[in-house]
């Protein structure tokens, strides 16, 4: 009886831990590459980026820079933010937009199979782009860049035919009257330049929402 008794329990423990390990989520890995789409809300220009450009329920992006893992295995991100194109390390970035409770409003973006191929000559020419000067001005096409333009101009330096974003005309008005809004119209006169309103370009909800891309983790609701 004692015998029975004991392969009961061994039965009934088995079952248990087999249960317990298959609820269990393996753990989130960042692979080179990723896209990591960033909600700042820390300054008015990020407010005003987001408010032009839209984005998710919850969230709306207004930077993105994109996973790079050295030989040495740190994780760094390469982005462009305001004193140029950089790396940072993934703590950093991952710590500018911190909530009250310790998470982060960040979600991660992984290109589809057929682009895989593109990352190691992308990030290879980003490096190259290091100490580059940021573009307040958001033209595409000189030797400054704001941070979706540098992840769209790594990808397309390489030449190929097939793009993984795509430009759109960009607009600086609000969608509900269609007037420029007056944070754009200060902050362009301040610069001497016209608005560029219409001009090509992308932004980081637009490139969220990519086909060619899987968003496969956010650290808000790990």
Same mark, same amino acid.
């Given at each position: 009886m004692s015998f029975l008794r004991i392969l009961i329990v061994l039965v009934l423990s088995a079952q248990f831990i087999g249960c317990h390990n298959l609820q269990k989520k393996p753990r989130f890995t960042l692979e080179k590459g990723d896209l990591l789409f960033q909600d700042l809300d820390s300054d008015s220009i990020s407010d005003a980026i987001e408010s032009v450009t839209g984005g998710a329920k919850d969230l709306s992006f207004s930077h993105v820079g994109i996973v790079d893992i050295k030989s040495n !295995?740190?994780?760094?991100?390469?982005? +462009?933010? @305001?004193?140029?194109? %950089?790396?940072?390390?993934?703590?950093?970035? *991952?710590?500018? @937009?911190? %909530? +009250?409770?310790?998470?982060?409003?960040? =979600?991660? $973006?992984? *290109?589809? #199979?057929?682009?895989k191929s593109f990352i190691d000559k992308a990030l290879e020419a980003g490096e190259k782009l290091i100490g580059k000067p940021y573009d307040a001005i958001y033209v595409m096409g000189d030797s400054s860049y704001y941070c979706s333009e540098l992840i769209y101009d790594i990808f397309a330096s390489k030449g190929d035919s097939m793009e993984v974003f795509q430009l759109n /005309?960009?607009?600086?008005?609000? +969608?509900?009257? $269609?007037?420029? *809004? #007056?944070?754009?119209? +200060?902050?362009?006169?301040?610069? $001497?330049? =016209?608005? /560029?309103? !219409?001009?090509p370009g992308l932004n980081p909800n637009g490139m969220h929402q990519s086909p060619n891309i899987e968003i496969v983790f956010s650290y808000l609701r790990q």
């Open positions: !295995g740190d994780t760094v991100v390469l982005e +462009a933010i @305001s004193k140029g194109v %950089t790396y940072t390390t993934l703590q950093s970035f *991952l710590e500018r @937009s911190s %909530t +009250a409770d310790k998470k982060f409003k960040v =979600e991660v $973006g992984r *290109l589809n #199979p057929e682009f /005309p960009m607009t600086f008005k609000d +969608a509900n009257s $269609g007037d420029f *809004l #007056p944070f754009w119209i +200060a902050y362009y006169k301040n610069l $001497g330049v =016209e608005i /560029p309103e !219409g001009k």
